[in-house]
């Protein structure tokens, strides 16, 4: 009776959080012995309401990466401010070769967004936002700065909550 209760509690906590496979990568190495393939998992875990993280898993079988990467976005979580279901104010951000321009949006305009930048903010909870990728075409590097621009979004919210 006890272990149903444990699976059931685990479950529940699994489905909590929301899911998305960005990147999945197939990966090869030179070696002595010829080639080594592995894969590289680019997942987005969200709670859709206001946290979100991001990993990168890296594993010889498909499954195994993207379980890897799912469970290093939950580790890395990221508290996000949403307020009318978009962000408080607008963000810029350069993050290596990626620029993200996150703009809040009225209710009833939607996600606005790219691929990387869509399933970032999607997985937070974000219904309304408009967004512009100007750097790099590169997935990870879109989610890696999205997620950045969110946090210190977030940091910038809360010290001016601070002040007043």
Known sequence: MKDTNITAQIDRKQE????????????????????KIGFSALAVVGD???????GLGKAPDVSSAIRKGVSIAKKNMVEIP??????????NIKLGAAK????PAPPGSGVIAG??????????????ISSKVL?????????????EALRLLSLRYKREQERK
């Open 48 to 54: 859709g309401k206001g946290k979100v993280g991001v």
């Open 82 to 91: 949403i307020i009318n279901g978009t962000i408080p104010f607008e963000f």
């Open 100 to 103: 993200v321009l996150l703009k």
């Open 115 to 128: 691929g990387a930048v869509r399933s970032v903010v999607t997985a937070a909870g974000i219904h309304n």
């Open 16 to 35: 909590e959080y929301e899911e998305k496979i960005v990147q999945v990568n197939r990966v090869s190495k030179k070696t002595k012995g010829g080639n």
């Open 135 to 147: 750097g790099t075409k590169n997935q990870a590097s879109n989610v890696y700065a999205t997620i």
